[in-house]
């Protein structure tokens, strides 16, 4: 089934750094792509999205391109924020044509002052 | 506009109790889900309703249940509840039929002692 990878473990890094998360997939039809992210206490908020190849979701400084070619849709972000902590999720859309969600485990994100 | 509304918040039910949980969807959503969402499984897919049909169901046991109203608010139900049913239950609705952006609400922290 489909399915989405995101690479391991926490990242920390210092306020005003370059953040990236990987995240790649796999899907047997054309998905929709989806970064989420989630405070703590709090579910999930929609960061960005993608409906199809090469379109760049963006917002609130972040940015991810869906690469058919290579099946990913990396999250980057150009000078973090301590605001930005949280965990970010990567998900997309079932192939069959519904709502379904497929999300990737999930990155920590620690930004330090 | 209200967001998507999840009650209760906070639960502590015993083993082999049965639980209902409630999510009410954004006003003119008619698209429910819902997740579990653990520290080792992460965001798994449980069932999708969308005008009072379930149309997708995850791998979860006959334990886990739901079903939508004529208003569009769902509630998900669980037997026979064991200990590694404790968990995030998220709730995400839709306004359309496929592919559409989900809103989560803040999820009902369940706790089986």
């Known amino acids: 089934g489909d399915s989405v990878t995101q690479m391991e473990g926490p990242v920390t890094l210092s306020e005003e750094a370059f953040l990236t998360i990987n995240c790649t997939y796999t899907?047997?039809?054309?998905?929709?792509l989806f970064w989420y992210v989630q405070y703590p206490g709090e579910g999930l908020q929609l960061l960005l999205k993608?409906?199809?190849?090469?379109d760049k979701g963006s917002n609130k400084g972040f940015e991810a391109t869906y690469r058919k070619e290579t099946t990913s849709f990396h999250l980057e972000k150009g000078s973090v924020q301590v605001s930005d902590s949280a965990v970010y999720f990567c998900?997309?859309?079932?192939?069959?044509?519904?709502?379904?969600?497929?999300f990737g485990k999930g990155n920590q994100v620690v930004v330090i002052p | 506009k209200a967001g998507v509304t999840q009650t209760p918040r906070y639960l502590i039910k015993t083993r082999g109790q049965q639980v209902t949980l409630s999510c009410s969807p954004i006003?003119?959503?008619?698209?429910v889900s819902w997740y579990q969402q653990t520290p080792g499984q992460g965001l798994q897919f449980l069932f999708e309703?969308?005008?009072?049909?379930?149309?997708n169901k995850g791998n979860f046991p006959g334990r886990f249940s739901g079903r939508q109203f004529s208003n569009s608010r769902s509630e998900m139900n669980v037997s026979t509840l064991e200990l590694g049913d404790s968990a995030l239950y998220l709730c995400?609705?839709?306004?359309?039929?496929?592919?559409?952006?989900?809103?989560f609400g803040q999820g009902t922290r369940l706790t089986v002692v």
């Open positions: 899907a047997t039809g054309y998905p929709s």
């Open positions: 995400a609705s839709s306004q359309g039929q496929t592919n559409t952006e989900a809103f």
């Open positions: 006003s003119g959503h008619r698209s």
């Open positions: 998900a997309l859309s079932d192939s069959e044509g519904n709502n379904r969600l497929a």
């Open positions: 993608a409906t199809k190849a090469d």
């Open positions: 309703y969308f005008s009072e049909t379930q149309r």
